[in-house]
C-alpha cells in the first residue's frame, strides 16, 4: 500500500526553525493529497497543513499559517514541513498523512487512511 516515514524532529529553542520530512513509499499513484498533523499533550490530533499532490497547492491551518511551509517533491516522493518562529506551544508529536480521496480528505484527520509512526517535536524557552 502505501508507507510514511517521518523524519527531523528534535529540541529547538523558541523563535528558531526547524524542517521535517515525510518519506513516502508504495503506491504512491493513488495518492491525492499529503498533510501534516500534530498532537499536543492531552488534546485531539490536529490539522497543520495540506499539499495536492499533481498541483501543489497548499492550505494551512489559520493559526500556524505564516509560520509553517509545506512542500512536495514528487521526483524524490517526499513531503516537507518547513516551521519558523517556533513556540513553545508548538511542542507536539508531528505526523506525516496521506489520503487517496479526491475531495473530503481537507483537514480531518479520519479521511486520512496512511500515517506515518510520528517524530517528536520539543521546543524550549
Known amino acids: 500500500q502505501v508507507q510514511l516515514v517521518e523524519s527531523g524532529g528534535g529540541l529547538v529553542q523558541a523563535g528558531g526553525s526547524l524542517r521535517l520530512s515525510c518519506a513516502v513509499s508504495?503506491?504512491?499513484?493513488?495518492?491525492?493529497?499529503m498533510a501534516w498533523f500534530r498532537q499536543l499533550p492531552g488534546k485531539e490530533r490536529e490539522f497543520v497543513a495540506r499539499?495536492?499532490?499533481?498541483?501543489?497547492?497548499?492550505y494551512y491551518a489559520d493559526s500556524l499559517k505564516g509560520r509553517v511551509t509545506i512542500a512536495r517533491d514528487n521526483a524524490k516522493n517526499t513531503v516537507s514541513l518547513e516551521m519558523n518562529s517556533l513556540k513553545t506551544e508548538d511542542t507536539a508529536i508531528y505526523y506525516c498523512?496521506?489520503?487517496?480521496?479526491?475531495?473530503?480528505?481537507?483537514?480531518?484527520?479520519?479521511?486520512?487512511?496512511?500515517w506515518g509512526q510520528g517524530t517528536q517535536v520539543t521546543v524550549s524557552s
Open positions: 498523512a496521506a489520503t487517496t480521496l479526491l475531495v473530503g480528505g481537507g483537514t480531518i484527520a479520519s479521511r486520512y487512511g496512511y
Open positions: 508504495g503506491r504512491t499513484f493513488t495518492i491525492y493529497h
Open positions: 499539499i495536492t499532490k499533481s498541483s501543489g497547492n497548499t
